[in-house]
């Protein structure tokens, strides 16, 4: 390969993921100033009870479409054409509805007993996360059909912009001339209507309002067609649901490990230190379609290259980010309030778990789009409950602080785990490239 080839792959690839990483940062922003001002208004207990609701409902609209979502892109990533397109989207919608259905009948089932039973928080809770499940759900399928067929950048700026920007102009305007406090279920019913006018907004709007139009008339497909569809998405179920359930499902084990106040510190925690690992959650999304094509073709050598340049680029933001987000952590008590000084304390090891999966690049698409998604799920299966019993037994054993250890020693079993998995599998290195780390190093020296 000439020096020229390799020199203007490397601009393409900055330059495809130069618009996303905008719209991410941007969207990041708002969300971290949306999700602090919520927090300020709300206090650590409602707060508390919100971020368990909000975990919850993402929890389950991750899993509704029981994986055909990632059947979809990679699909639409091969085959573009709107007559392709159409029963796609139609089937994938109809997999998840029927699911959906399902489980927001469980969700209000568990608000019921749990108001019966106890304890009452957690029937606030699950009432939450029933209102935010279906547009949220509708909310995520639209993003995977819009990411092969407008590109990333476009995908990504309803949910990343919209939602928070509006979340954020409607509690000011509530903050400034309202005299009653902000409630948990307030904030959650300004979410949720704001998510699904969004949604219904960019859905039949532009280059997916045919698609969605046609989709919706589709009748083509019988129940042997969704059997064969959700048969098809199991494998990929838990690439789809794994990292939701470390993220998500950490909030409703550390409030059964300690308390929905401690919640509110561990989960404002964990966005903060999720700053650094801003360009992998948004990278990953940008290099399915090109993994997918890659792997299609045959080509593993650029299947490396663009693994390895990706891994240095994300490392070396996420040192940055940190050590920026710890010099500026004694901020947090003073804009939140003193009830929120527990943060601080919790950061250095949420930071360096951030740091960890930074370390090892966009392990997810590679996985997904070179035939490894079943060695995920397994892994998975091992994985998700190591983590939340490690959660919950150092939570109950030291309180909060032991929460942010244990999920710091989880994220490092699980990153040590993938990447040998993957190399042994597919003799690809996960690591920064380290010509390019240390030239980066270099240059940021200058």
């Given at each position: 390969?000439?020096?020229?080839?390799?020199?203007?792959?490397?601009?393409?690839?900055?330059?495809?993921?130069?618009?996303?990483?905008?719209?991410?940062?941007?969207?990041?922003?708002?969300?971290?100033?949306?999700?602090?001002?919520?927090?300020?208004?709300?206090?650590?207990?409602?707060?508390?009870?919100?971020?368990?609701?909000?975990?919850?409902?993402?929890?389950?609209?991750?899993?509704?479409?029981?994986?055909?979502?990632?059947?979809?892109?990679?699909?639409?990533?091969?085959?573009?054409?709107?007559?392709?397109?159409?029963?796609?989207?139609?089937?994938?919608?109809?997999?998840?509805?029927?699911?959906?259905?399902?489980?927001?009948?469980?969700?209000?089932?568990?608000?019921?007993?749990?108001?019966?039973?106890?304890?009452?928080?957690?029937?606030?809770?699950?009432?939450?996360?029933?209102?935010?499940?279906?547009?949220?759900?509708?909310?995520?399928?639209?993003?995977?059909?819009?990411?092969?067929?407008?590109?990333?950048?476009?995908?990504?700026?309803?949910?990343?912009?919209?939602?928070?920007?509006?979340?954020?102009?409607?509690?000011?305007?509530?903050?400034?001339?309202?005299t009653r406090p902000l409630t948990a279920s307030t904030?959650?019913?300004?979410?949720?209507?704001?998510?699904?006018?969004?949604?219904?907004?960019?859905?039949?709007?532009?280059?997916?309002?045919?698609?969605?139009?046609?989709?919706?008339?589709?009748?083509?497909?019988?129940?042997?067609?969704?059997?064969?569809?959700?048969?098809?998405?199991?494998?990929?179920?838990?690439?789809?649901?794994?990292?939701?359930?470390?993220?998500?499902?950490?909030?409703?084990?550390?409030?059964?490990?300690?308390?929905?106040?401690?919640?509110?510190?561990?989960?404002?925690?964990?966005?903060?230190?999720?700053?650094?690992?801003?360009?992998?959650?948004?990278?990953?999304?940008?290099?399915?379609p090109r993994f997918a094509r890659h792997y299609h073709?045959?080509?593993?050598?650029?299947?490396?290259?663009?693994?390895?340049?990706?891994?240095?680029?994300?490392?070396?933001?996420?040192?940055?980010?940190?050590?920026?987000?710890?010099?500026?952590?004694?901020?947090?008590?003073?804009?939140?309030?003193?009830?929120?000084?527990?943060?601080?304390?919790?950061?250095?090891?949420?930071?360096?778990?951030?740091l960890v999966d930074c370390l090892t690049g966009p392990?997810?698409?590679?996985?997904?789009?070179?035939?490894?998604?079943?060695?995920?799920?397994?892994?998975?299966?091992?994985?998700?409950?190591?983590?939340?019993?490690?959660?919950?037994?150092?939570?109950?054993?030291?309180?909060?602080?032991?929460?942010?250890?244990?999920?710091?020693?989880?994220?490092?079993?699980?990153?040590?785990?993938?990447?040998?998995?993957?190399?042994?599998?597919?003799?690809?290195?996960?690591?920064?490239?380290?010509?390019?780390?240390?030239?980066?190093?270099?240059?940021?020296?200058?």
């Open positions: 390969m000439t020096t020229s080839g390799a020199e203007s792959r490397r601009l393409a690839f900055g330059s495809e993921a130069i618009g996303p990483i905008v719209v991410r940062v941007l969207g990041l922003l708002l969300m971290f100033a949306c999700t602090t001002l919520t927090a300020r208004l709300l206090g650590p207990s409602e707060y508390g009870t919100y971020s368990t609701g909000l975990s919850l409902a993402i929890l389950l609209a991750t899993l509704a479409p029981l994986g055909t979502d990632r059947v979809l892109v990679k699909h639409l990533s091969l085959n573009q054409s709107p007559e392709a397109a159409v029963p796609e989207i139609a089937l994938t919608h109809k997999c998840t509805l029927l699911v959906s259905g399902v489980l927001l009948g469980g969700c209000l089932l568990g608000a019921v007993l749990f108001q019966r039973v106890g304890p009452h928080a957690w029937s606030q809770a699950a009432s939450l996360a029933a209102i935010l499940f279906v547009p949220l759900t509708l909310t995520y399928l639209r993003q995977w059909v819009a990411i092969p067929l407008v590109g990333t950048r476009r995908a990504l700026m309803p949910e990343q912009i919209l939602i928070p920007g509006l979340t954020l102009l409607l509690l000011t305007g509530m903050a400034w001339r309202s904030a959650t019913l300004i979410v949720a209507v704001l998510t699904f006018v969004v949604w219904g907004g960019t859905t039949y709007r532009g280059v997916l309002r045919p698609l969605y139009l046609q989709a919706f008339q589709d009748r083509s497909t019988g129940a042997g067609g969704l059997v064969e569809r959700v048969s098809a998405g199991l494998p990929f179920v838990f690439v789809a649901v794994g990292s939701i359930v470390c993220q998500r499902g950490i909030p409703l084990v550390v409030a059964a490990g300690c308390s929905f106040a401690d919640t509110a510190h561990f989960s404002y925690a964990m966005l903060v230190a999720g700053l650094p690992s801003l360009p992998l959650g948004m990278l990953s999304l940008t290099l399915i073709n045959g080509h593993l050598e650029e299947s490396q290259r663009l693994a390895r340049n990706a891994s240095t680029l994300i490392f070396l933001i996420a040192v940055g980010l940190s050590a920026g987000l710890l010099i500026a952590s004694p901020a947090i008590p003073r804009i939140l309030g003193a009830p929120w000084q527990a943060v601080t304390t919790l950061l250095p090891a949420l930071l360096l778990a951030s392990t997810m698409p590679v996985m997904q789009t070179t035939g490894m998604e079943r060695t995920y799920s397994c892994l998975f299966l091992v994985y998700v409950p190591v983590q939340l019993l490690l959660l919950y037994g150092l939570s109950q054993w030291a309180g909060v602080q032991g929460a942010a250890v244990a999920y710091l020693l989880g994220r490092c079993l699980w990153n040590l785990l993938v990447t040998t998995l993957i190399y042994r599998q597919r003799s690809l290195v996960m690591l920064p490239a380290l010509e390019s780390l240390r030239e980066g190093l270099s240059r940021l020296r200058r």
